[in-house]
């Protein structure tokens, strides 16, 4: 019950946080249309097979090359998900706070809702989805380099976060029209399916 309470905690901290930059960036400058709407929470227009199946394929390459990565993580223990150790009702539920609100709806708000678009809105697409692309990656190789891991995993996880978080931008934007529901639900998938190989034991 500890791991569930504390968690509920760093997940309404961690979107709180998240949320806060692009709320205060809105209010200020008071764009023509409602906040969640600017983020990009608003529903696909046209779920095509196009998006379907390019969303599939990030999934799976996502899912395996997160897997391998931590594979051959050096010390395994630094990786957030390492808690979630066991099949319990409250660890599954915790896991499932993480994977989907805490780190996919919180990180895609504040990248692909927020930087991407901000950047993409002043300099055009490509150095939108870029920029965003960089940070993501900056993000969670930075988190690393305090664990004193290793710069060769770190910059492994640079290239495989920034990568991506270019395919997720690409595909609200491109293929959901502007909506980061998809990467929301693509990144709170992988999550939980890398946390699910640590609950299964597969990995100590």
Request: proline share 3%.
């Amino acid at each position: 019950m500890n791991l569930l309470w504390n968690q509920l905690i760093s997940t309404i901290m961690q979107l709180w946080i998240f949320i806060a930059l692009p709320f205060i960036w809105w209010k200020w400058f008071k764009p023509p249309v409602h906040f969640s709407a600017w983020i990009g929470i608003k529903p696909v227009n046209h779920v095509t097979k196009k998006l379907v199946t390019t969303s599939l394929i990030t999934f799976v390459v996502f899912a395996l090359f997160g897997t391998a990565l931590i594979c051959v993580t050096p010390d395994s223990t630094v990786l957030a998900n390492t808690k979630f150790n066991n099949f319990k009702l409250t660890t599954v539920l915790a896991m499932l706070l993480y994977a989907f609100f805490q780190t996919a709806t919180a990180e895609e708000i504040l990248f692909r809702g927020f930087f991407a678009k901000r950047i993409q809105h002043k300099f055009g697409y490509f150095k939108g989805n870029l920029t965003q692309a960089i940070l993501f990656g900056a993000l969670h190789g930075g988190l690393l380099l305090a664990s004193h891991i290793g710069l060769i995993f770190v910059l492994l996880t640079f290239i495989f976060t920034s990568c991506i978080g270019f395919a997720f931008y690409y595909i609200d934007e491109k293929m959901a029209n502007g909506s980061i529901i998809p990467s929301i639900l693509l990144h709170g998938c992988a999550n939980a399916v890398s946390s699910l190989v640590f609950m299964s034991g597969l990995i100590i």
